[in-house]
């Protein structure tokens, strides 16, 4: 094919050749009188022919050059391979200029304005403070258990792939290519008070730079993933109702072509995977997980059920479903809450040990949507032993195909649907009160089950047989680059990196 392409090219130069002789016997056959204008009005349209063969030409030179060249890898015998065990599990992993991220962590207190300081939150390698002993001395700093941000995953997830134990320095026998660029913590910094252009600064500066290296050439993108640890629509702004929230990092070209790992998923484009929000433990060995997945296992549940959480009354009514779980709670004997929304600030929905001592006293713990339809909520509930009920399937069951069962999913949880608790047509204590002992009992196990695979082991150390959050998501990120096909080149691009002046392209866009 590329063989018949090139005598395509030829073929066409050589009529073009011919041409341009024709034409230059006929014009000596034309005297010298109004050469001028006449010489113009032949020699232009011949120029626009000269330029289409020459980007013809560009184009098949560019296609073979980053296509063919660029893909040549150079392998060693089929028994050595075979006895490596890291075959298709390489990584590569950017060693990105500190703007993009350790200069972005120590402009932590940036987010003073809407936050407050974050900078506690992002210490011990994103885990943020060690946390004191609790009435029993369960959840403690010595035991795995940190002050950890929902929004931390980006530290978290960069120290734990320092770790991997298939790092290569070699891109060409990497099988996918990280990229450690704190999207998450981008977002915050600039996101309020600031215009569109600030926001998206970090993010257009990231493609120009990754667009200019030999490994994004290989397959264009397709091979490299990120994680921007928010939901997935605060990184497409220009496809968000809000022209002024978050950035465009997602929908910039270069950005649509790598594999994003967010908190969320928007479900509509297939480049983003979502993952699970960071709970408070992080474990250091294979027996913190066991250890702990025992305590859950034997713990006395006094509550039916249990909430943690405020009411959004920014919610449309249509779709406001928090209100009415709260409500049916606050009638319930045997439901109990921590009142986020009693005190402006209250620090109940903020005291780690609070939330998870009552999640481990209740069986069943209620997981309504808020801003948006996922909470980290259903993470800490899962790792304190209490069966999630859901009222919305974008919570959990269209989420997390690698870290939650794609099918089974009423095996770990209870669904009761949100239109029927907001037209009042159901009592959610009514129908967990249905539910036979001996299939709660299955349904916990389950959970219990599934505990490590939503957990972010502490990065400083190492499971062992143990798979956490983050091996499960490289596991899904290599077959998902697995399955990609070698894309075509995109001639834009190619040009853009290649012969544009650093910084020429944002004008191109």
Known sequence: MKRSAANSIVQLLVKSARKAAGGARSRRAVGVKGIGIKAAANVLPRLWILA?????????FLYVHFTVISNTVEVSDGDG???????????????????????????CRKTEDHWGDMCGFVSNAGLGRPLAADDDGVITGEAGWYGTHQFALDAIFHNRMKQYECLTNHSAVASAVFVPFYAGFDFSRYHWGYDNATRDAASVDLIEWLMARPQWRRKWGHDHFLVAGRIGW????????????????????????????VLESTLKYTSDFSVPYPTYFHPRSDADVLRWQDRVRGQNRTWLMAFVGAPRPDVPMSIRIRDHVIAQCKASSACAMLGCARTLGSPQCHSPANIMRLFQKATFCLQPPGD??????????????CIPVFFHTGTAYEQYPWHLPEDGHLKYSVFIPDADVRRRNVSVEAVLRKIPPAT??????????????????????????????????VEGVLDTVARTKNPPPSLFAAIVSRFLPKGSWKAAR
Do not use: Q
Not at 235 to 260: E, I, Q
Not at 442 to 462: C, G, H, N, Q
């Open 372 to 385: 948006s339809p996922t909470r980290r909520s259903v993470f800490d509930s899962m790792v304190a032993g």
């Open 234 to 261: 605060d990184f497409r702004r220009s496809s968000n109702v809000n022209p002024d929230w978050g950035t465009d990092l997602l929908a910039m070209p270069g950005g649509r072509n790598m594999t994003v790992l």
């Open 440 to 473: 709660v009992e299955r349904m916990r196990e389950e959970v219990i089950r599934l505990i490590p695979r939503v957990l972010y082991a502490d990065p400083r150390s190492k499971l062992e047989t143990v798979k956490d959050a983050v091996d499960v998501a």
């Open 81 to 107: 391979l075979a006895a490596d065990p890291c075959r298709g599990r390489y990584i590569y992993m950017h060693d990105l200029p500190p703007r993009f991220n350790a200069d972005i962590i120590r402009d």
């Open 52 to 60: 289409v063969l020459g980007v013809v030409a560009w184009t098949f």
